[in-house]
């Protein structure tokens, strides 16, 4: 898999498989961190843990075909049902169909966009919902991986609705039937962070605040070059009592078809 | 209850695995990209499919911010039209602001491939390049070999025959839907009601069984514009509680979705200089594929400004999709510039013209500001 990667976030304190790291990763309209949201998604497989895919961006298809370019079959694992998938893509199209032929859409997943009223993202939770419930029941280890939160505001939702959603997902990692404190999973959200946008800058930030781990993939501030795509922040939350601060740490990095390269600034092979 | 059951299995998982998917699919007017394993169409203008990687991949989403005068934005949409009737693909064209009978009407003719080649010799042959630099690469040039579209005499309409043969569609937004109960839907709404039926009809959907797929070419003219309602002038966050431009976005994200299902291509053009916030532009262009912006030098001072003298305006190339993999076709540089020649219209590298002059450094005085004509005529350092 990504070495590169997978070393320098345990570097940085970040275990990607574990139950007790929420993360969230940003990128800006420039960037693009689909390679963060395919490692990510891959290495939670690799690491037999289940996966709930909530792709409202992309589609299921795009992350076969980036995996298999690194020799991971998605396939596999969705047939053995350690991933399920809920394809936004096609269920809003669906929806809006439905709904503009005048079918009845008050149970389907995406009624909300035609259902501006309080807690209209609530038949999309209980999707999800349906899809863990499964795992929550025999305690198997988790990750609910939700790509992007940013379609959901193009969508017409509001900050608040998205909030509470948020908060309505943290509690899918716990077990179902159980007085087990120890939670199951993990979270993943990813979203864009425009500063133009004020709706995606707060959605940024309350994610940043109720996370672990934000990785966010950011462009050259100082322009554009051949060996270096853009540069990736790290940001930890305090892991034990002694550590006060956050950890942040920067690297550059340079997307490839097969691998992701980090490295420090100023190490480019350019420079050296 | 229909709805109920079918809600009920997509629960379980939304995505339904297609089987064998081994068959290769031939189609008229596209060729498959070895970057991205794509099947690619071309935008009618050989030089831009250089750029984006070879051409534009069949389920992609490109926006285009218009210039101020919407001349060259319209010239843009026409060539991808008119590529799309010669290669015999489907065409819909969608505007509130025009006719879109008149707009199909006004398609250009496509230049013969030998009278192409022949005004490039011609060109090439009026000007004499010291030997040492012939084996060079020129710099103006993007690569054109291996386009497979078609360069388009912009001054000259189809034939009829030609747009007879092809299967066109049009929207201006003043029929009702059948659905609507009286009520009149919003454009946006309106817009996607009809392009998801006719998919369906034409059965373009990739889930639909078709022994003879075609290619839907959507182009969409000035999307967003104060013809479709609506209200540009307020900033995000102006009202928490009641999300403005929801129905353009919204619009956006399903016509991207619906591309993605379908062996379409859409190019939607949108007068990005109308909009007070730029947030708007951002979220348009983070459902969009591929994002480019024309500048024109009309009535500007680039438009006597020596350095863009053989130009017609700036080319903004703001995003580039990297389709079905992790990488983004690679684009070397960000200065594109686009002129209309005379039977073509060219996308190249912006360059500095040669300075002739006798020190090494260029001068640092600004030349428009030199000149006394109002014609923009420079004293010319070229004798030939």
Redesign the interface.
Known sequence: MNDSLNEALLSCGVNTTSPCTNIFVSDT?DT?G??LT?ELLCQNLLAGRRVMYVTLHN??A?NC??AA?RSIQL?NF??NGYI??????????EA???A??????S???FNF?FNSSDGSLKNLF??IK??VNDWRSSNESMVILIDNL??L????????EIRIFIQYCYSLLYPLNSDLKTRLGNLIFVS?D?P?????HLIANYLSQCSDVTLSARPLSTG?T?EVDGSLHVCSSPQNKRQQEPFKKMYLYK???RTTKLFAPGMTASVL | MS??IS?TS??????K?KGNRAQTICLPGTCASLHS?QLLVSSGIPSLDGILGGGIPVGSLLLLEEDESNVYAQYFMKCFLAEGVTSGHEVMVASVDSDPVKLISSLPSPVPNKEDSREENDESESMKIAWRYQNLNQVTSCDNSRSFGHHYDLKSTMSADLLDNCEKFYWDGKEK?P?S?ATA?PLY?NL??CL?SLLSARKLFTSTPNDKPNIMRIGIFSLASCEWGDDLCHS??SD??N?VW??V??F???L???A??SYTVAFVSVPSYLFVD??LL??L???ADYVIGLESFQGTDKEVNPLFKEYHGLLHIN?IS?G?????P?V?T?DWVFRLKRKKLSIEKLHLPPDLSETVSRSATDPVKNTVSCSGSLPNKLDF
Request: glycine share 4%; with cysteine; net charge positive.
């Open positions: 309209p693009c689909q390679f395919s589609t299921f795009l075909n980036i370019k396939m969705y047939k399920k998938v809920i394809e936004g893509q096609k269920l809003m199209t809006a169909a439905k503009l032929e005048g079918q009845d859409v149970k389907h997943p966009m209980l999707a349906y899809c940013s379609t505001l193009s969508l017409g939702v509001s900050t608040t864009l425009d133009a946008d004020k709706e995606f554009r051949n997307v490839m078809e | 709805s109920n809600t997509e629960k379980k998982s939304s995505f695995p394993s839907h659905n109960n839907l709404r996607f009601s998801h995000l966050g928490s509680t999300p929801s129905e976005t919204s956006f994200a399903l991207r979705a619906l993605r299902q730029s947030a951002g979220r262009s983070y459902h995003k990297a079905n993999s992790l990488v983004a690679f070397d960000h």
